[in-house]
């Protein structure tokens, strides 16, 4: 890791906390990760920025590893890529709650894109976003505090300011 694009991440006159990594990177790998998350990642560690991005196969209804909520704790930065079918993974929002939950007890910032989707989606979960919480709530039908969790995570990052990407916009 560079020292100069470690040090413009890690400096804060509020927090003399060490990180272990600049940025963690949430996302759906099959919308983003051979694209945009690819190119972001890439860019990322070109400017020295030693980011996370998880590269593991992850199994349908397998609960989050503790070595990726761990690398969530360590990580100064979180960028969450909410694309199309963010929601449809249990994965995502287990992450993006822990995000949260980071973002409020330990000082994280958390810088969302919507790419792909409006804003306006995940705000009042439309679209692909209801049609997600609709399954979960049927696979889920004991477990709504779960769910309500989930839906206050989206709340709270759809109300971060941050990027909205369409490849019309290229």
């Known amino acids: ?3 100069q694009g470690a040090s413009l991440l890690t400096s804060s006159s509020s927090s003399s906390r060490r990180w272990i990594y600049d ?4 996302f759906k790998g099959k919308d983003t990760r051979n694209s945009f998350t690819h190119h972001l990642y890439v860019a990322l560690q070109r400017l020295g920025i030693f980011t996370f991005r998880d590269n593991e196969k992850l199994e349908r209804g397998k609960s989050i590893s ?3 909520l761990k690398a969530i704790e360590e990580s ?3 960028i969450v890529i909410l694309s199309r079918n963010y929601a449809s993974s249990t994965w995502c929002l287990d992450e993006l709650t822990k995000i949260i939950q ?3 007890e330990k ?3 958390v810088l969302p894109i919507f790419y792909e989707v409006d804003p306006s989606d995940v ?3 439309m679209g692909t976003f209801a049609q997600a919480f609709a399954e979960h709530k049927e696979r889920l039908k004991e477990n709504t505090e779960k769910l309500q969790t989930w839906r206050a995570a989206l709340s709270e990052v759809v109300n971060l300011s941050g990027w909205h990407w369409h490849s019309q916009d290229r």
């Open 1 to 3: 890791m560079s020292t």
């Open 23 to 26: 940025v963690f990177l949430s």
């Open 66 to 68: 503790p070595e990726l």
């Open 76 to 78: 100064r930065f979180a």
């Open 102 to 104: 980071c973002m409020k």
């Open 107 to 109: 000082e994280m910032t």
């Open 123 to 125: 705000r009042k979960q």
